[in-house]
């Protein structure tokens, strides 16, 4: 008897364990890839999210820029020129300076601003000081900027149009700025209304609220990098690792060297790149300079420990698993308590057929199961009666 109730055990073990294996296996695998997918999608949220900030920041330099070029000021300054009246320059001068000087005012982002000849020599700088008051340059102190970028990349340009330096170190005087200040230089070529280009105004921007902005992004286990086009860190969770480029502090830290299996990716993305090893998801964001055609700022690399982005959705996998393996255990509790109940009536039904046949027909068979079981017991139940009403006959 025991042999038809494993039968029917694993009839029902048959039945059930195999569905169940099938929708732990899937339910768990399908879990686990909405919630990687959700984390991938959250480190995407929090790139995009800082990439609107950071364009936020730099959002209508471009616009000032070209307004200042238009200022009637600026053409003021041209005519005194042009007369060559000191009087007229110098109170020309003066008006410009003061333009000057109410736009640091309202951007309290731009740390200086400044117009140069035609030959890059400054001749009026309005710029912050210690303690954010603005001060206009004294003559003496002007420099020639006529071999930088800022200047020599806007003389090329047409009217209208803005050049952006890449992310760098402020210099004065030639020299590193201490406390180093990180600086955008806006500039563009400006022309009088005869069409002479008189030279360029430039506007530099300190880029070091963006930067902490940057690093103060990433949430716990997370890489934030910020880098230029050459690799170079801008910045990075260890800061002696930034600012290694030739043309600042020349360390050579850079991400081609830490990471060079990423790097020419990396640096070469137009789009946003996502990059998953067994060990590092990587998420990748070129980020544009509004109003600047063909310019990035740099590329946040946002990078996230496998291990660390997935364990939530390995937790709920294994929690699945354990799910489906009590819902086994309990299929199979449930599956023996039916086994043992269906063949019970059996198992009395074969123990009362085993006394008839060693001629005990004195006790009753008394089935109840309300099934073929005990109809087949009640049938047995009149042989014994018919067979021991024979057997008395007999001995009578």
């Keep these: 008897m025991n042999s038809i109730r494993n039968k029917i055990l694993l009839a029902i073990a048959l039945v059930t364990l195999p569905p169940l294996a099938a929708l732990g296996w899937y339910g768990g695998n399908q879990v686990e890839k909405a919630l990687r997918e959700h984390g991938m999608q959250r480190l995407e949220t929090r790139i995009n999210v800082l990439s609107a900030q950071l364009d936020k920041s730099l959002a209508g330099i471009?616009?000032?820029?070209?307004?200042?070029?238009?200022?009637?000021?600026?053409?003021?300054?041209?005519?005194?020129?042009?007369?060559?009246?000191?009087?007229?320059?110098?109170?020309?001068?003066?008006?410009?300076?003061?333009?000057?000087?109410?736009?640091?005012?309202?951007?309290?982002?731009?740390?200086?601003?400044?117009?140069?000849?035609?030959?890059?020599?400054?001749?009026?700088?309005a710029q912050r000081a210690s303690g954010d008051s603005i001060v206009v340059t004294p003559e003496s102190r002007l420099e020639n900027s006529a071999s930088r970028a800022l200047f020599t990349e806007a003389v090329k340009l047409s009217k209208g149009r803005v050049h952006v330096t890449p992310l760098e170190l402020n210099r004065t005087g030639g020299k590193l700025e201490e406390p180093h200040r990180p600086v955008l230089?806006?500039?563009?070529?400006?022309?009088?209304?005869?069409?002479?280009?008189?030279?360029?105004?430039?506007?530099?921007?300190n880029a070091k609220p963006m930067l902490e902005l940057v690093a103060a992004a990433p949430e716990e286990g997370e890489t934030l990098l910020f880098v230029d086009s050459s690799g170079s860190y801008m910045s990075h969770p260890d800061a002696s690792r930034t600012w290694g480029g030739t043309t600042d502090l020349g360390t050579a830290h850079n991400l081609s060297a830490d990471f060079p299996r990423l790097s020419a990716a990396v640096l070469s993305a137009?789009?946003?790149?996502?990059?998953?090893?067994?060990?590092?998801?990587?998420?990748?964001?070129?980020?544009?300079?509004p109003g600047v055609r063909d310019r990035t700022l740099g590329v946040l690399v946002d990078m996230m420990p496998t291990n660390a982005l997935y364990a939530r959705a390995r937790e709920l996998r294994n929690f699945f698993w354990i799910l489906t393996g009590a819902a086994l255990v309990f299929a199979l509790v449930v599956g023996a308590l039916v086994a043992y109940y269906l063949t019970r009536p059996i198992t009395a039904l074969t123990v009362a057929v085993d006394r008839m046949s060693r001629g005990e027909l004195e006790e009753p068979i008394r089935i109840t199961s309300g099934d073929e079981t005990q109809r087949l017991a009640?049938?047995?139940?009149?042989?014994?009666?018919?067979?021991?009403?024979?057997?008395?006959?007999?001995?009578?």
């Design 185 to 205: 230089h806006y500039s563009t070529p400006v022309y009088d209304a005869s069409s002479k280009r008189r030279g360029v105004l430039e506007i530099t921007v």
């Design 270 to 289: 137009k789009e946003p790149l996502r990059d998953e090893s067994a060990e590092i998801i990587t998420i990748a964001r070129p980020i544009p300079v």
């Design 378 to 396: 009640e049938a047995m139940e009149r042989l014994r009666k018919s067979m021991k009403l024979m057997l008395d006959k007999f001995e009578d």
């Design 62 to 125: 471009d616009g000032d820029l070209l307004l200042l070029a238009d200022a009637p000021s600026l053409s003021q300054y041209w005519l005194a020129l042009d007369s060559g009246d000191a009087v007229l320059i110098e109170a020309a001068k003066k008006n410009l300076a003061q333009n000057f000087t109410r736009l640091l005012q309202i951007r309290g982002s731009y740390h200086q601003v400044a117009y140069l000849d035609a030959a890059g020599m400054e001749k009026i700088r």
